[in-house]
């Protein structure tokens, strides 16, 4: 199955390289079909010039600023059968697409699969915090996805799905800013496949946002909107601060 990296970048010139310097090594180690496309999501820095220096890459522009436009634009950009949705402040680790390929091959009806953060610069109190918070995350995807069978758990970023199950619902909701994104995601494509979160897919990133708002707040805000939108459809926090390097 072709698979196609799609990194939404908004004013990501500090950490847009390193991104695309991970993906490409890692399709160089593993062989797989795959591409590159960048979103350049409005940028007012050097985001797009640094990704269209990388031959691999294509770069779309989307004038319109938010995540979910950005994915959406990325999603229509390419006809790979899987999309890899991951963010411009992550780094892919080696082995990450053979767990992709390997989950979506054994199980015909995987339509999602997902798993956690590990934040590279963040304290190491911090970094326990989000352990912690990860945790009580598989319990809750246990719960919805077996027991109250209303969605699953996908994390933003680090998440990939099959492009017909994703079209098949109905696609990005562009009316979606920032938070409840990936919930959205995982509550829709539950109707139509299994969506699974596994420790096993872990995805280097900045934990800039956490150690600037704070573990308890961020973690509290994403925790709300997961449940307003596994349970009322849309999120409740509208508003959102870009969190970028000084």
Known sequence: MKLAFVIPAYNEEALIGKCL????????????DAEIVVVN??????????????????????????????????????????IANIDSDTI??????????DEFSKNSKLVALS??????????????LVNGFYGLTYLIYILNRFILRVGSVVQGGNFVFKR?????????????????????????LSKVGDVKWTFALKMLTSGRRLEKEGVFRTAGTYTLNFFWVTFRGKPVTKDYTDIRPD
Do not use: C
């Open 21 to 32: 310097e991970s993906v490409e090594r890692e399709i160089a180690r593993s062989g797989a």
């Open 92 to 101: 892919v680790p080696p082995g990450w697409i053979d767990i992709v390929l």
């Open 41 to 82: 999501n409005a940028s007012s820095d050097r985001t797009g010039e640094i990704a269209r220096s990388f031959a691999t890459v294509r770069v779309v522009d989307e004038p319109k600023k938010g995540l979910v436009n950005a994915r959406d634009a990325g999603f229509n950009a390419t006809k790979a059968e899987l």
């Open 115 to 128: 798993g956690p953060y590990i934040y590279y610069d963040m304290s190491w109190a911090n970094r326990a």
């Open 164 to 188: 017909e199950s994703w079209a098949a619902v109905g696609g990005y909701d562009r009316s979606i800013q920032f938070f409840g994104e990936d919930t959205d995601v995982a509550v829709r």
